[in-house]
């Protein structure tokens, strides 16, 4: 069955950086939409950056230039490098799957991922 495993979070100050991770497992990775979102406490999940088999990428506007999603299908891990962290993006990152036909551009959102991880948390201080 579908698996995906985070891993990666932690506390950082203002301004540093994190890399996150998901290791995907149980079907054909690299066929496969994969996503990260975020959900902060008390606030609904929100769609951060997701990437399709073609390397075509879409982020949530206030992480643009500070967020790079990508992938290695040779380990079948997925990535979100995260620079600049403000508070702001403190939050559980959840990683997410998904196999039917919907371009990038309309993917930020929840209904479009039927698979997810447990989440990592990434927590940043001022």
């Known amino acids: 069955q579908v698996q995906l495993v985070e891993s990666g979070g932690g506390s950082v100050q203002a301004g540093g950086s994190l890399r996150v991770s998901c290791t995907a497992s149980?079907?054909?990775?690299?066929?496969?939409?994969m996503g990260w979102f975020r959900q902060a406490p008390g606030k609904a999940r929100e769609g951060v950056a997701v990437?399709?088999?073609?390397?075509?990428?879409n982020y949530l506007d206030s992480v643009k230039g500070r967020f790079t999603i990508s992938t290695d299908n040779a380990k079948n891990t997925l990535y979100l490098q995260m620079n600049s962290l403000i508070p702001e993006d403190t939050a559980m990152y959840y990683c997410?799957?998904?196999?039917?036909?919907?371009?990038?551009?309309?993917?930020?959102?929840?209904?479009?991922?039927?698979?997810w991880g447990q989440g990592t948390q990434v927590t940043v201080s001022s």
């Open positions: 997410a799957a998904d196999d039917r036909t919907i371009a990038t551009l309309y993917r930020l959102k929840r209904v479009w991922f039927n698979y």
């Open positions: 990437i399709d088999f073609n390397g075509i990428t």
């Open positions: 149980g079907f054909t990775f690299s066929r496969y939409y």
